[in-house]
């Protein structure tokens, strides 16, 4: 017998992806599709390297846009102000710990770097207990920033959810 896995609105399955300065409109646009999908929040850290009215971040998430949850922050100081004091990991190639030795609750906040710069140092210093890392070999610097969301935000919802 085949089993249908839903998440839906009524499904205790919520995360928040955060994008700190995104640079390529597709990306950002198939993670939009990805959080209709999940139902997870999207948040976008300013200064982004597009406007969200570019088509090209458009067609990624296709006609989903008005089903995305989607939350806006002027800065990563304003970012963290407003949700600094909730539980939050943030992906970087210069973690130690795998993304999958971590234990995931609803409502974590995931939170990714720029296609180009990654996030800043300083910050991940700060937070180094709550850094975590997608395995992968020396032979690239590191994955496509809609993989490396889809990767995480999976194995938190394979956790939670299921």
């Not at 999940?38 to 090209?56: E, V």
Request: glycine fraction near 4%; proline fraction near 4%; charged fraction near 25%.
């Amino acid at each position: 017998m085949q089993r249908n896995f839903l998440l839906n609105d009524n499904h205790k399955c919520n995360f928040h992806i955060v994008l700190f300065q995104p640079d390529i409109p597709p990306n950002t646009g198939n993670i939009a599709r990805l959080c209709v999908a999940t139902n997870s929040t999207l948040h976008l850290i300013k200064p982004l390297g597009f406007s969200l009215n570019d088509k090209r971040l458009k067609r990624a998430g296709l006609d989903y846009w008005e089903n995305l949850k989607l939350e806006m922050h002027d800065s990563l100081s304003d970012f963290l102000n407003k949700y600094g004091n909730r539980k939050f990991f943030l992906a970087s190639t210069k973690a130690v710990k795998p993304y999958f030795e971590v234990y995931f609750e609803e409502g974590d906040f995931l939170i990714f770097g720029s296609e180009t710069q990654g996030l800043p140092n300083d910050f991940i210093e700060a937070n180094l207990d709550k850094a975590i890392n997608i395995p992968m070999t020396d032979k690239v610097r590191s994955l496509n920033l809609a993989d490396s969301v889809a990767v995480v935000l999976y194995e938190a919802i394979r956790q939670v959810c299921f």
